[in-house]
């Protein structure tokens, strides 16, 4: 691959960390193959990048919380979900037990 390629490569890598706030690891750059054959290895690329290790203790902290973060968002939209949910008793069950 040419030196424009894996510069490409890696200005893509930290276009895509600024947007998640932390190192991706792998499995979220689809293009981590490939950076792998520039530089060796994924770790040695995102060194080359200029981001932290997605093993760094930094890191590791960073994805909790985006799961945490997550995971009251689902809990959110689910309680949202639930307060929409119509009553199952019809108008006509509504008025006869009045």
């Not at 040695?44 to 960073?62: E, F, I, M, T, W």
Request: charged share 35%.
């Amino acid at each position: 691959m040419a030196n424009n390629d894996s510069n490409h490569l890696l200005r893509e890598l930290k276009n895509i960390a600024n947007a998640m706030g932390r190192t991706p690891i792998k499995s979220e750059f689809s293009q981590w193959r490939e950076l792998k054959r520039c530089f060796g290895s994924w770790e040695k690329a995102v060194r080359a990048a200029g981001l932290d290790s997605a093993n760094s203790p930094k890191q590791h902290y960073l994805r909790a919380e985006h799961r945490r973060e997550s995971l009251i968002i689902f809990d959110i939209k689910a309680d949202d979900a639930t307060d929409e949910i119509a009553d199952p008793t019809t108008e006509t069950e509504q008025s006869e037990n009045e």
